[in-house]
């Protein structure tokens, strides 16, 4: 896997399932005898503080360490703490606890917001990563690998050398691991989150007997399930082992999930039934290098390579069906130098005379030294791009430019955070009804629906302004904003808006917004916040919040 553990992968990677063969199909094999197949080993890979470990990696502080951290993510009734660390754990912080509570226990609590998809992305990684030690790997969501080790234990001095290995590269890299090895994923499993650590199963080990003191939580259950066995006094694999089958097959023969039926998981920890597992293959990347004759010290050389390169990755991209989303270019100097440049694209291309353009605007701080004497370019993120009949006439084509490549160019020239496109949000609020994200051509929505006209411009944040009206409920005549007096000739409204009662806290008040005109014919949108009667607070605040074309 090349670059850092931790880097996203979720382009380069695919999941596949192996082809079995049936010993009686007609494919003119002959099956292997029992005794000439190797014993099947598989080892688990647990890292419990996953999320917390990538967290501090990013930061790179080691003085971290101490202090009490905890990752949160939005629920229905608030933030919840989605991973914390050994310090917050030992102050009373748990993980699915509110925010509210842990900060009740823990005021001094370092609080910062979880990433779910980072953290599986760098799972994703890890699993590609861990091919070192067997011929394939597995996710185990949301914080373990699968991986199949056998017949390669005698490459590291045995079975226990391969788990120390193992343990030394996952703390190499800031991780803390528990590590299992068992004839049967479930057992590897089980060993890892509730055995010793670096626990090695022999391979004629009965699995059951050996976990027969694991708690019935080791049997992967759904949480539900395993508090109905510990109310009936099922509380370990050897206590739910020795139970009649037939009595078990009768309590729980409506549930086919493995999850919610204890007897698919025996089998499987035992290795009577086989366990589906998808592993983790890579996918080639589309991949262009030239390694010059004569290192290049000029860009008009430097620009010509890289447009013969950038067409040379079109036609790679376009044998296998795809557009590139991000490619990474990579100028290796004489002197040992090396210099990156990534394009993000707003869509899937594959147009050489585009992504040449782009990149000739990445080059232009570029000291080539001595030399440039090897050019790579990639895409490291690519998606499908199905193959179009453009137009015949070549110079009609010309004429206009389409929204994604205006998009890249906007972005080469401002910065990836200097644009940006707004999304509706399910809000009747304004200034929640939208979100600012990545520009996308496919996200842009070309018909909606509007209740209501809105504004052209938005403020950031509304503006107080005082108010002079003839009656508690009337009209507004008069505004003051910005140390300047305003004389409204005409108002249109109100048009009443409820606080969100799912989000907001009980007392938060209503809003009455007017569409209004001054004498010199500028137009405004405003809002009184709350009522005089409403009970929840004084007068009502009047504030500015949008100007009107």
Known sequence: MGGRVGERAGADFETRSFARFDSDSQTGFVPLSPALVPPRRIMAAWCPALAIDRWRWQQGAADL?????????????????????????????????????????????????????????????????????????????????IVDVGGVGHLFG?????????????????????????????????????????????????????????????LRLDHAVVLLLQRLGLKRIGDLAEIDRPALARRFRDRRAPGANPLVRLDQLAGRVPEPILPVVTTPLPLVQRRLVEPVRHRALLDRVVADLA???ARRLEALGQGARRIDLGLWKVDGDVVQRRLELAAPTRDPAHVTRLLAHKLEDIDAGFG?????????????????????????????????ACIDRLTVRLG?????????????VPERAQRWVAPDPALIVQEHLALHARPLKLLDRAEPIAVIHAAPDGLPRLFRW????????????PERIAP???????????????????????????????LPDDGRGGAPDWFLQGLCG
């Open 65 to 145: 360490l101490d202090q009490p951290v905890v990752l949160v993510g939005e629920s229905a009734h608030g933030p919840r703490i989605t991973a914390a660390s050994a310090p917050a754990q030992a102050a009373g912080a748990r993980v699915d606890m509110r925010l509210a509570d842990a900060r009740a226990l823990c005021p001094v609590l370092v609080v910062h917001p979880a990433d779910p998809a980072g953290d599986r992305a760098l799972l994703e990684a890890l699993a590609l990563w861990a091919q070192r030690w067997g011929p394939w790997s597995a996710l185990d969501p949301p914080d373990g690998l």
């Open 158 to 218: 045995g079975e226990a050398g391969l788990i120390a290995d193992a343990a030394g590269c996952f703390a190499a890299r800031g991780l803390a691991v528990r590590l299992a090895i068992a004839p049967t994923a479930g057992a590897a499993w089980a060993l890892a989150h509730y055995g010793a650590d670096r626990t090695v199963l022999p391979a004629g080990a009965d699995p059951l007997a050996a976990l027969h003191d694991l708690p019935v939580a080791a």
């Open 311 to 313: 067409l040379a990755l």
């Open 372 to 404: 440039i004497e090897v050019v790579r370019l990639s895409a490291p993120w690519a998606e499908p791009l199905a193959l179009t009949q453009t137009d015949l006439d070549q110079a009609a084509q010309d004429h206009g430019t389409s929204l994604s």
């Open 416 to 428: 990836a955070g200097a644009v940006a496109m707004p999304l509706p949000r399910a809000s009747h």
């Open 482 to 493: 910005r140390g300047t007096v305003h004389e409204i000739i005409r108002a249109e409204g």
């Open 500 to 530: 969100e009662w799912w989000r907001e806290r009980g007392r938060t008040r209503l809003r009455d917004y007017y569409r209004i005109e001054d004498s010199t014919g500028r137009r405004y949108w405003i809002y009184r916040q709350g």
